[in-house]
């Protein structure tokens, strides 16, 4: 049997900060308050699996990404991480992961991406050729030679977080973490992440643990989805699952000049809008998105139609209301 | 070898953003040339008036703001991180370095590069050279006096920010000691005495970064020179030992940052 990439067993994770009284009285006084950031959760990756962590705000996923990486030291619990422990052996580790924050740059703003790539090199301690190899490979796959020459900081936001993901696999890591990868981007360059992501992953056997909001990135990169809340665990489930459960609704905006606009088909629900705006809830499991479209263009008026899936916290309130 | 090598390959990249933009670039380092240059006119000035100030010359004094200069200048361009390191703390930066296989103070000292640095590096190589009355025999304690003063000055910086681990209101008290240093370090070192002396060989290390130095260049000697040495090696100590403290803090998750 093969070992686990990522083996967790109760890892908690408790931050202490003070919270000072309301008014004058906060000058002069305030309370220890704790807060389980990750309260003891259990879970193993198997290699070249791809798990996405989903949860609100809050939730942990960061810290959990964080003590996993070698970043954060935890309160309690034992991980392994391609059998090693990663706060213990940080920088051996460092040398068979690649990690991605979505909010945090590894690149230098005003130099061209490939100088950047060309100092992470001797961070990695790289071979040229193996290098040289390597980025040839992502610039291709990725799409990169336009802006392989181009300074990060004037980069748009999703061709930067292609050079960041780019810049995370060069050394050729085991396993990938990503943190909110998509975060901020518009659809075009969200469907090129994810695809490159997965394609990436799946060709090279490689193992993937991403934190994400989007629904999307869930079901399209990953294959199992592990939904925290509070910093536990409530559901650890195949996506195929999930997305039976819980992510088969979309929802459908119409803007009209006149009246609200009526469609009558099973699974399809209404929202509560304002005027010329209609929002309709569409359980994809019994009508298809372009069916409800079909009939809302034949009740005619319709000036714009957008398709949206739902916010992920609504997704994970359903998560939450069926677990209990 | 390698860390060496790869210090010196962020270093020049830090320098290529700073140089990025070249009007700004210029624009930095004129404006120093000029801030320097009214400085040291008006010390010429004073001295044109009064001769010496606690036994210091115009020599002495130039000796003492041209390394100053030089060694501020060379700490913004080779170390160009340290100067607004409580603020990287604070905002978590800390976190893409730690996922990467090499040491954390290093990456964060060398990928930052001051563009007004230059100005002070040629400032001060031009007072030493024109008015500090040095010969080529002084050289080699010259180069010890930048090093060590530079390491000084440069721990105390370290040392200062790493209390942004402990408090986030840390980055500007940082800053106001860095300058309080700095400014320390523009006096002649013979005005000070008692508690104010004691200050400026311990808090903030004016005495290590440029008044002992001095003492190395004008009356050079094994005792000097070991003082000098002994002096940058504890501060290097002491600021490598806080952040590391800092460090530990931050990854158990106690700090503030992040």
Redo the contacts between chains.
């Keep these: 049997m093969t070992t686990p990439a990522i083996t967790v067993r109760q890892l908690r994770k408790t931050y202490s900060y003070g919270r000072r009284a309301p008014g004058w009285r906060g000058i002069l006084s305030s309370e220890t308050v704790t807060l389980d950031a990750v309260a003891g959760v259990d879970f193993e990756v198997a290699r070249g699996e791809r798990v996405a962590i989903i949860g609100p705000n809050g939730a942990g996923k960061s810290t959990t990404l964080k003590m996993l990486s070698g970043v954060l030291e935890p309160t309690g619990g034992s991980a392994e991480v391609l059998g090693l422990t990663p706060w213990r052996a940080r920088q051996a580790l460092a040398y068979r992961i690649g990690v991605v924050f979505g909010q945090r740059s590894q690149l230098w703003a005003e130099l061209p991406a490939r100088d950047s790539f060309r100092l992470l090199r001797r961070v990695y301690d790289q071979e040229a050729a193996s290098f040289e190899r390597r980025l040839g490979e992502l610039t291709e796959r990725f799409g990169l030679a336009e802006i392989l020459n181009q300074p990060v900081g004037r980069m748009s936001l999703g061709q930067r977080m292609r050079c960041e993901i780019t810049a995370s696999l060069l050394h050729g890591p085991e396993l990938l973490f990503l943190d909110e990868p998509t975060i901020g981007l518009d659809v075009t360059a969200k469907a090129a992440i994810r695809d490159f992501v997965r394609d990436h992953a799946r060709d090279h056997g490689q193992t993937v643990l991403l934190t994400s909001h989007d629904t999307r990135d869930i079901e399209l990169v990953c294959e199992r989805v592990i939904v925290v809340n509070r910093g536990r665990i409530v559901v650890d489930q195949p996506t195929d699952q999930l997305r039976k459960r819980f992510l088969g609704r979309k929802v459908i905006t119409l803007q009209s000049a006149g009246a609200a606009i009526a469609v009558d088909l099973p699974g399809v629900t209404t929202r509560p809008s304002q005027a010329h705006t209609t929002i309709l809830e569409v359980d994809t499991r019994q009508v298809r998105v372009e069916q409800v479209i079909a009939a809302a263009l034949a009740a005619g008026g319709i000036e714009d139609v957008t398709i949206e899936d739902p916010p992920m916290e609504e997704v994970i309130h359903d998560i939450y209301a069926a677990v209990g | 070898m390698?860390l060496v090598?790869?210090y010196f390959?962020?270093v020049a990249?830090?320098i290529?953003?700073a140089f990025?933009d070249r009007a700004n670039f210029a624009i930095q380092v004129g404006g120093m040339l000029l801030n320097n240059g009214v400085f040291l006119a008006l010390w010429w000035m004073f001295f044109a008036g009064f001769r010496s100030v606690g036994g210091w010359g115009l020599a002495d004094m130039a000796l003492m703001l041209g390394l100053m200069m030089t060694l501020f200048g060379l700490c913004g361009v080779l170390l160009g991180g340290y100067r607004d390191l409580a603020a990287t703390i604070l905002r978590?930066?800390i976190?893409?370095i730690?996922?990467?296989?090499?040491g954390v103070l290093p990456r964060l000292l060398a990928?930052e590069s001051s563009a007004t640095a230059w100005g002070d590096i040629v400032g001060g190589l031009v007072v030493l050279t024109l008015f500090a009355h040095l010969g080529w025999r002084d050289l080699p304690a010259v180069a010890l006096a930048l090093v060590c003063g530079m390491a000084v000055f440069a721990s105390a910086g370290i040392a200062f920010a790493s209390l942004a681990f402990w408090a986030a209101g840390a980055r500007s008290f940082a800053r106001d000691l860095t300058d309080f240093t700095l400014l320390f370090s523009s006096y002649p070192g013979s005005i000070y005495r008692g508690a104010v002396k004691v200050v400026a060989f311990t808090v903030l290390p004016a005495g290590f970064v440029v008044m002992l130095p001095v003492k190395l260049v004008r009356a050079p000697g094994w005792e000097s020179a070991g003082l000098v040495v002994l002096g940058a090696a504890l501060y290097m100590a002491l600021a490598c030992g806080l952040f590391d403290l800092g460090l530990r803090r931050y990854?158990?998750?106690?700090s503030?940052a992040g």
Excluded: H, K, V, Y
């Design positions: 390698r090598r790869l390959e962020e990249a830090a290529r953003c990025a978590g930066e976190d893409a730690l996922t990467q296989p090499t990928r990854r158990r998750g106690a503030s």
